[in-house]
């Protein structure tokens, strides 16, 4: 569904994502793992068309992001690490603003933001403004706008970055709700954190791809280590 080819992205002389390339199936929860720095979020804003690539490209279904980036922006829903959410509003006005701007229609927005509220959690806070919200339910307003207009591709930057354990927890649960009907790509430094959610993990490092594992090759490679080890050695050139 989502093919990278040779993408490239230099920022000056340095160079943040280097040839990388990999594909994403249909309905997957693909992992995508790597150090802080190693060309993720990079990686990202090229996808969902926020940076150019240098070099190469990414293909979703039959769109190229040089020829077809606004077709692309319209199957993907995106959650950076940051959630753009403005703080003074009321939940349920935010995603009802949302909601016009991703063109719902009239008619659907009602149940569509019901539904949105019951998939993440957030019937409880609807009434609330997102500053008065602690920052795991911020997440979920921040993923319930990504999926505003059911999109069929969500992008989540470092979502559970900053929660404390069981707001993680939850996060998780969310996200394997969705992945039962759309492809996720789900970013984190933590490997550990991503065998908990993900059935497939690409790593980069340095630019670099270093690692595309299913989830049975992950399991095997960690029988006699940690997935801490595991990270270390694969961020460093050594699956072994």
Known sequence: MIKFENLTRYYGDVCAVDHVSFEVKKGEILGFLGPNGAGKTTTYRILTGYLQATSGTIKVKDYDIHEDQLEIKKLIGYLPESAPIYHDMLVYDYLNYIADIRGVPEADK?????????????????????????????????????????????VLD???????????????????????????????????????????????????????????????????RSFEELFRNLTRGDNQ
């Open 158 to 224: 470092e979502p559970t970055v900053g929660l404390d354990p069981n707001q993680i927890v939850d996060t998780r649960e969310i996200i394997k709700r969705i992945g039962k009907e759309k492809t996720i790509i789900f970013s984190t430094h933590i490997l550990s954190e991503a065998a908990a959610t993900c059935d497939r993990f690409v790593i980069i490092n340095k630019g670099k791809l270093a690692a595309d594992l299913t989830i049975d090759q992950l399991k095997e490679l960690t029988k006699d």
């Open 110 to 154: 009602l149940p569509h933001i019901k539904g949105l509220a019951d998939l993440c959690s957030l019937n409880e806070v609807m009434h609330k403004t997102v500053n008065q919200l602690s920052k795991g339910y911020r997440q979920r307003v921040g993923i319930a706008h990504a999926l505003m207009g059911n999109p069929e591709i969500l």
